[in-house]
Structure formats: C-alpha cells, structure tokens
C-alpha cells in the first residue's frame, strides 16, 4: 500500500467519524443545500494566466453542534483551468514548437469537511481539509493532456459566508497542500484557489 492510498484512507475514516460525531449531536440542526460558483486559480511554478476562471458547484450539509458551531462536509464537482505559457509540452522536454498558449482542465470531485463558527447573526467563517479526487483532464488545442498531473490532492480551505435567509453568499481560499505534478524529475506545482459562489438552503430538519 502506497503513501497516497494510506493518506486517502486515513481521510475517508475522518470523514466518517466526523459524520457520525455531528449526526449524534446535531439532533434537528441538520440542513442539505445546494451552491455554484466560480474558480480562480494559479499554480506556483508554471507560468499561467491568474485571473482565468472556472467553475464549482455541488452539495452542501450543515449539522448544528451548537448555536453558533457547526460542521459542514460538502460534495463538490470543481474545475481548475489553467493556460500555461510556455507549454506544458515545452515545460516537460516535449520540444513543442506552439507559440499559442494551452488551456488545460482539470476536473475535481472535492470534499472538503469545513469547521463552521457563526460570528454574528448572518456572518460565519469555515475552515477545514480538503480532499479532491482528478476525474478528467482536458487540454485545449492539438493533442490530448499530457499525464503530468496527480489524481489527487489535499488541501486546506478557509472563508466567510453570508447567510441571507435560504440564501448565502461566500468566498474562500484553497490552498493546495500536495505536489499535483506527477512528473518525478520535475518541480513542485501547488495549487492556490479564490472561489465565490452563492448556496441555496433546500432542506432543514
């Protein structure tokens, strides 16, 4: 068994006993929703465009642990777009001629299992781990995505949320905790995300 497959274990038992934990307290404090949003991202090492954006959208829980503390896991499917230049191809020997930036997407499943503290009435900040699993990636232009990225990655999220009554506004930060460049003999490439979005709550039990 690998580091990787160890780590993604380990996380899979956090997330279980963090369900179970918030299911025994939260009693009638629990809530399932919806959200979108969109994605800015950068990579450090590879030269791309830091204002490129991308999608987000997904399912949200909330269980109450108390008045103003909670614990919200979330399903989220998550693109990071990135235009490099030079490319990708160039960056790992390739010997590409392109002169035209590429476009690379790379689709998450993430879950991120965010500690919740409401500040005031309407205002909360959310801090936690992240895990997401690479479903696909895609590049733009001639030729299929080069296999230089690692099919998952940890990270740590943290952010504010304004609650608008069945509606929220938010913002966070992603920080990539792990090497996503699968390339051994390469540099270190971690990703760092802005992500602005609005949730809907569905149901509240």
Partial sequence: MNKKEI??????VIIAAVFIAANVQAQDKFSIGIKVGQNYSSVNNVAVDHNTASYHAG???HFGISEKIGISP???LSQTKLETTPTLTTIIGGGSTLT???TYH????SIPVLLDAKLM??????AGPQYSILLDQKKDGIGNATMAFNNGEFAFVGGAKLDLGGFSLYGRY???????????????????????GIGM????F
């Fill in 106 to 109: 790379l689709n998450y499943l």
């Fill in 100 to 102: 035209q930036p590429e």
């Fill in 174 to 196: 992603v920080v990539g905790l792990q090497n996503i460049n699968e390339l051994q003999d390469q540099t270190k490439w971690k990703t760092t995300q802005w992500q602005l």
């Fill in 59 to 61: 399912v949200t829980t």
């Fill in 201 to 204: 709550s569905l149901f509240n």
């Fill in 74 to 76: 979330e399903i989220i």
């Fill in 121 to 126: 009435k309407k205002l909360s900040i959310q």
């Fill in 7 to 12: 780590l993604m274990k380990k996380y899979i």
